[in-house]
């Protein structure tokens, strides 16, 4: 298993706006790359599905791409907060306080969103629609949920998200965070759930901040 001690975020001013094309080329000159393939539950869910994750920011936007390569392809879930973990799924969780505070982003492989603001597992406090909004995505699927299909795919989903909607200020200097990139796809026929920073727990529990691994803005 391939484990990873941090990942700097590079500040690159000239990512502006949310023109996709624009962005992933930015992103593959001058973003960070790492493979997300901790499969922390292996004895289980053994399935490890090529995950990449490209990361970058402007001082006021975190761009996040997730690259996927999977034999299956699931995206049922496509109104706001709802269960997309069960479908094909990317997932960024952050403790921007380094503590039990942290928000999880939940994104399915037509960018349908699940996003919270917890302390813990329980009680969550989920993201309104406004809030929701304002986090910028292009999925390469499409939009358009649809059932299970089997196959060889590639798809991405690109992520933009405000620093200010986690309480982060950017002033010019390095931001020490605590955070976690997940891939999972729990009601598919391949269920599987990999992090980027390992994960010791019996069953499968993303929500576990103890365990999120250090990223740097620089």
């Known amino acids: 298993m391939h484990k990873i001690k941090e990942l700097e975020i590079p500040f690159i ?9 624009e962005v992933l080329s930015i992103l593959q000159d001058h973003g960070n790359k790492a493979s997300i393939e901790c499969v922390n539950w292996r004895d289980r869910y053994p399935y490890q599905p090529l995950t990449v994750v490209n990361v970058a920011h402007n001082g006021k936007m975190l761009y996040i791409d997730f690259f996927v390569r999977c034999n299956y392809l699931c995206a049922v ?4 907060n709802s269960p997309v973990a069960s479908d094909s799924c990317i997932e960024f969780f952050v403790s921007p306080t380094c503590d039990n505070h942290y928000w999880n982003f939940e994104f399915n492989c037509i960018g349908t969103i699940n996003a919270s603001h917890r302390s813990e597992r329980k009680n969550p ?6 809030e929701l909004s304002r986090v910028l995505r292009y999925a390469s699927c499409g939009t358009r949920p649809f059932q299970e299909i089997e196959g060889l795919f590639t798809w991405n989903v690109l992520i933009g998200i ?3 909607l986690i ?3 950017y002033k010019g200097e390095p931001i020490e965070m605590r955070a976690n990139f997940n891939k999972c796809a729990s ?3 391949q269920p599987h759930f990999m992090s980027l920073f390992p994960i010791d727990t019996p069953d499968p529990d993303f929500h576990r901040p103890e365990f999120f691994g250090k990223i740097i803005l620089k």
């Open 13 to 21: 001013p000239t990512l502006q706006g949310f023109d996709p094309d």
């Open 167 to 169: 309480g982060v200020e």
């Open 77 to 80: 879930n496509y109104t706001n």
């Open 125 to 130: 406090h989920r993201l309104t629609d406004e």
């Open 162 to 164: 405000p620093l200010d």
């Open 187 to 189: 009601g598919t026929s």
